[in-house]
């Protein structure tokens, strides 16, 4: 556990680092909608007040210009029987100039404030003026109402027109400070975004060199894992092979020890025996009995030893070949038990590798035996094929079966090993009530 731990804690600094990244991100382009939502509102805000003020303006010096027109006509054409109604329409222009100054927005600059109560107070003087000269008109003659024209009315419309186009040109100022003023703020978001941009990716960067270098360090460990799994795992084929090797080799040492050593020592015994038994009189009923015995008891050891000998190794296999060796384990399991075994051999050469021999017999033998001792069954086939690049091994039961993936017994695995070895394959197929079938298949030697 203690191995893994680095392992964990760098995967959890990668994953909080990566999700840094992506929260910091998050943040970065929500500040920036922001920002750009405030600049555009501010935007939208100062060009709708500019478009406002310069509509004022437009109606205000529309009416100035109405108004200065009509009062200079008024003045120079003047004359005893001007009508009355000229005054009405110059009354008129002074009422639609006054609605366009009261339609000019809220003043919120102090510069601004002061600019429009000056173009008020230069209107109130010339209206004032105005109505002066237009009260004392019926007094006064031509001449002395263009003088009055000249010194009085002209001198204070110039000042509202003065006062009108400082109060442009503070609009139109304001305007472009405004415009300044968002570049400037934009300039400074897209600095701060840039410099965050930066920021993101250098160290998405160093996190993804610390990822590419752990992953690296994790794939090059897995593969030594791996190549020493692999190298465990010959290792441990090569000595299961050893052992089947030594195990064979000691159960043919032990077969031989048994059929030469003891077996002939038990036929010099039996030989013995019988010229003994030739010595003894033939009254002796006693001593012949007893020597009966002995001689029952010796041929009893050494059927027992050879068949200990043979079922260790039967030494048909090597002198006989694999096909009687087979049909003499199966006539061997038919007589102790209560299952008939039948033996079919197809095309199986008697040049077949000592391997090839001992791992055939060994899977049946094993086959056989579990069928007599756990399947209850009372007929069994074994089949040898040898034909297309391949020898087939089948052994059938029709026993009582059993669930082939749910039992594995140390049987099953030392025959998949000797079959493994041998780079074949083996299959089991059983179910309950539905018989076992064993069946193998070994690469055909070249």
């Known amino acids: 556990m203690d191995a893994l731990r680095p392992g964990r804690t760098l995967r959890w600094v990668l994953l909080g680092g990566f999700g840094g990244l992506l929260a910091l991100a998050s943040v970065a382009g929500f500040e920036a909608l922001r920002a750009l939502e405030n600049m555009h509102a501010e935007e939208q805000q100062a060009r709708t007040a500019y478009l406002a003020r310069s509509q004022a303006l437009l109606e205000f010096r529309q009416g100035l210009d109405a108004w200065g027109s009509r009062v200079q006509e008024y003045f120079l054409t003047w004359s005893p029987d001007t009508p009355s109604d000229a005054v009405d329409g110059i009354q008129g222009v002074v009422v639609q100039i006054r609605t366009a100054l009261n339609g000019w927005p809220q003043a919120g ?3 601004e404030r002061q600019l429009v109560e000056a173009l008020r107070s230069a209107l109130q003087e010339q209206e004032q003026a105005v ?6 008109g019926r007094t006064k003659d031509t001449a002395r109402m263009n003088r009055y024209l000249h010194d009085e009315v002209l001198p204070r419309h110039d000042r509202v027109v003065q006062s009108e186009e400082k109060i442009a040109v503070w609009d139109h100022r304001h305007f472009s ?4 003023q968002l570049v400037e703020q934009f300039a400074a978001v897209r600095t701060r975004l840039s410099r965050l941009l930066v920021v993101i990716l250098g160290s998405g960067f160093l996190l993804a060199m610390a990822s590419i270098v752990y992953i690296l360090g994790q794939d090059r460990e897995a593969r030594q ?16 092979a050893r052992l089947l090797e030594a195990q064979e080799e000691e159960r043919r040492s032990i077969s031989r020890e048994l059929h030469d050593e003891v077996g002939q020592s038990l036929g010099a015994l039996l030989v013995d025996v019988g010229r003994l038994a030739a010595d003894i009189a033939p009254e002796d009923s006693v001593a012949r009995e007893r020597l009966k015995r002995v001689k029952e008891l010796a041929e009893g050891s050494v059927n027992s030893v050879r068949n200990i000998a043979l079922l260790l190794r039967p030494s048909m296999l090597d002198d006989l070949g694999l096909v009687a060796a087979l049909e003499w384990l199966a006539r ?6 209560e299952m008939e075994v039948e033996v079919e051999a197809s095309g199986v050469s008697a040049s077949l590798p000592e391997d090839y021999k001992t791992c055939i017999y060994r899977v049946v033998q094993e086959a056989l035996n579990n069928a007599q001792k756990h399947s209850g069954g009372h007929n069994a086939r074994v089949r040898v094929e040898q034909a297309n ?3 087939a091994i089948r052994i059938h039961d029709d026993g009582r079966g059993f669930e082939a993936t749910r039992t594995r017994g140390m049987g099953l695995l030392g025959m998949e090993e000797r079959v493994t070895r041998l780079k074949g394959t083996l299959r089991v197929e059983s179910a309950p009530g539905a018989g076992t079938t064993v069946e193998a298949r070994l690469p ?3």
Do not use: F
């Not at 109505?131 to 004392?136: I, S, T």
């Not at 400070?177 to 300044?180: I, K, R, S, Y």
């Open 332 to 337: 061997e399991v038919s007589r102790r038990g």
């Open 109 to 111: 600059d102090p510069e």
């Open 131 to 136: 109505n002066d000269g237009l009260a004392e």
């Open 444 to 446: 055909e030697v070249s």
């Open 389 to 391: 690049g391949q020898i």
């Open 177 to 180: 400070g405004l415009d300044a």
């Open 225 to 240: 894992r791996y190549a020493e799994l692999v190298e465990s795992r010959t290792q441990l084929s090569d000595l299961s």
